[in-house]
């Protein structure tokens, strides 16, 4: 089994700050890795995904994480936030390999709120 | 174009109603899911439908029922709701490896 831990349940910062979204993970084989966000009243967005190969990942909207096997972790950074970030960020995990129709284990999320 | 579309947006129903929500992608991915979030709370899944048929039930009670009519949608009929239902459903929909989960908006469902 999977498990995912957000270390922070709240992330206030200032606009044009950068941030680091913290996600550590747990499993006993090889996994997949992705960040969602959550607007408020909306669904999830694929931010972005760590399937195999460069340890640096790029997303949408200027975000990147980095997979760091050894410490089991997945942290998500932005150099410089906007107000319209503030949002729900999940970290979720699924096997290596695995079909589709398989789980994903979700953290339980980390609210980050951009003030001006 | 990786669009799922839930209908409807918003459903109120009472606890004796029966109401359906539907979920439709076009993207040919052959898995589709049911989710359950409670605010401030990450998704449950409740079900998963891998090739149209029903691979995960996540122990749901009977008063939700899944169905996957075809590889392009997703229904899930609700009868005997309780209050504590009330939450935001989500549908989601994946091709095979890798397991990639694609969202909808999702349906905000009131149980009075």
């Known amino acids: 089994a999977q498990s995912v831990t957000q270390l922070d349940s709240q992330v206030p910062v200032f606009e044009e700050a950068p941030v680091e979204l913290r996600c550590n993970y747990s499993?006993?084989?090889?996994?997949?890795l992705f960040w969602y966000v959550q607007y408020p009243n909306q669904g999830l967005q694929l931010l972005l995904k760590?399937?195999?190969?460069?340890?640096l990942v790029k997303g949408i909207n200027g975000f990147e994480a980095e997979f760091n096997k050894s410490q089991t972790s997945f942290h998500l950074r932005k150099p410089s936030v906007h107000i319209s970030d503030t949002a729900e960020y999940f970290c979720a995990v699924s096997r290596y390999g695995e079909t589709s129709g398989s789980r994903l284990t979700f953290g339980e999320g980390t609210q980050l709120t951009v003030n001006p | 174009d990786t669009e799922v579309t839930q209908t409807p947006k918003h459903l109120v129903m009472g606890m004796t109603n029966k109401k359906s929500l539907k979920c439709e992608q076009h993207?040919?991915?052959?898995?589709m899911y049911w989710y359950k979030q409670k605010a401030k709370k990450p998704p449950e899944l409740m079900f998963v439908y891998s090739y149209e048929k029903l691979s995960i039930n996540e122990s749901v009670p009977s008063r939700f029922s899944p169905e996957c009519p075809n590889s392009s949608l997703l229904n899930l009929h609700l009868h005997a709701l309780q209050p504590e239902d009330s939450a935001l459903y989500l549908c989601?929909?994946?091709?095979?490896?890798?397991?990639?989960?694609?969202f909808g908006a999702g349906t905000r469902l009131s149980v009075l």
């Open positions: 760590y399937l195999s190969g460069s340890t």
């Open positions: 993207m040919g991915h052959r898995a």
């Open positions: 499993s006993s084989v090889s996994v997949y």
């Open positions: 989601a929909s994946s091709q095979d490896v890798p397991n990639i989960q694609y």
